[in-house]
């Protein structure tokens, strides 16, 4: 099945694109600018990525981020996740971009925008790969310094479909960005935040009625609370959950607890993402054989995922329609 998944066109909708900096790009770019890192090899970077919940990743994640330093660099990185896109058939993706981790290095967003364009513009021209921005808020900040880097987007406006809220969940509630969130849709950017990850599903519930969401970034802790599944079905709430990243991150301790199948089961619109593929152990092709090896997915529920993924893309209608119709026909040929 795996074999099949990999050749039928697919939606990625949960992926930080500093989540895709791999080992030896990490390394090559470090030493281009002189940062200085506590590993010197591809082996010890990678044994890094043990880690035991969100914050110890994201420790790893900003230090890694922190080597992105000029237009070129942006560039690579955006080509790298791109290329696996092409090989994965992924065709369309939405990416989570985040211009305040780069602030401390004094990168200016004009600069990682120059760097992406490019990457993004050669793999439309190549092999009409289809990308969106999302403007990816960093919640362990100030609401005030998410809302000046907003403004700073303004000039960028057309770059990005949406804004999300990303970075260490617990001790960080929607709540705190009701006022990002309203300035953000009087700008008409579409809404996720990430939800429901470590954070209680009360989180959940805050984002849907406080920053009017209509997509959840994770959303897996909603199995504590039936009210809210119930809710989540009847309104096909998106879920964009990432079950390498739960595993790794220690949402889960082993893939074979993961509900994700259950969700499915009971209406959700859930979908399969990579979040952070470079940290997490694979890209979204490997998250699918996962769940195939672990939870004895089947060939329905896996298609039931794919489709999903397209219903949930911050897409106009007749593109979604054009993604079904691409899925169509590779099952007229692959069934
Ligand atoms: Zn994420």
């Not at 990185?77 to 305040?100: A, F, G, S, T």
């Not at 987007?153 to 309203?182: M, V, W």
């Amino acid at each position: 099945m795996t074999q099949w998944l990999a050749g039928m066109p697919k939606a990625e909708l949960h992926l930080h694109l500093d989540g895709s900096l791999r080992a030896p790009r990490l390394l090559q770019l470090a030493a281009k600018h002189g940062v200085s890192l506590p590993y010197k090899t591809v082996e010890e970077v990678e044994a890094a990525y043990n880690f035991s919940d969100l914050q110890s990743f994201l420790d790893l994640y900003y230090l890694g981020a922190s080597v992105l330093r000029d237009a070129e660099d942006f560039y690579l990185l955006m080509k790298d996740y791109l290329e696996v896109c092409r090989l994965q058939n992924i065709v369309h993706c939405e990416i989570m971009v985040e211009p305040q981790t780069y602030i401390p290095q004094g990168v200016e967003l004009s600069v990682v925008l120059e760097g992406f364009d490019k990457a993004i513009d050669e793999a439309k021209t190549g092999w009409g790969q289809s990308v969106k921005l999302i403007l990816s808020f960093l919640r362990h900040l100030p609401e005030a310094d998410c809302l000046a880097m907003l403004q700073t987007a303004d000039p960028y406006r057309d770059h990005f479909c949406a804004i999300g809220l990303a970075s260490a969940e617990k001790d960080f509630p929607p709540a705190n960005f009701q006022t990002l969130y309203r300035e953000a849709k009087d700008r008409g950017y579409e809404l996720t935040a990430h939800a429901g990850e470590e954070g209680p599903p009360a989180y959940i519930r805050d984002a849907l009625q406080l920053l009017s969401v209509s997509r959840i970034d994770h959303g897996v802790r909603a199995v504590e609370d039936d009210e809210l599944l119930h809710q989540l079905a009847a309104d096909r709430v998106p879920l964009t959950v990432c079950p390498l990243s739960n595993v790794r991150l220690c949402v889960y301790d082993y893939m074979s607890e993961h509900r994700i199948l259950d969700l499915l089961e009971q209406g959700l619109c859930v979908t399969v993402n990579s979040d952070d593929p470079a940290y997490f152990g694979g890209d979204l092709l490997e998250n699918f054989a996962a769940l195939e090896s672990d939870l004895a997915m089947s060939k329905e529920q896996a298609l039931l995922l794919v489709r999903n993924g397209f219903e949930a893309a911050f897409l106009p209608s007749e593109a979604k329609i054009a993604l079904d119709e691409q899925l169509q026909d590779y099952l007229a040929r692959h069934p």
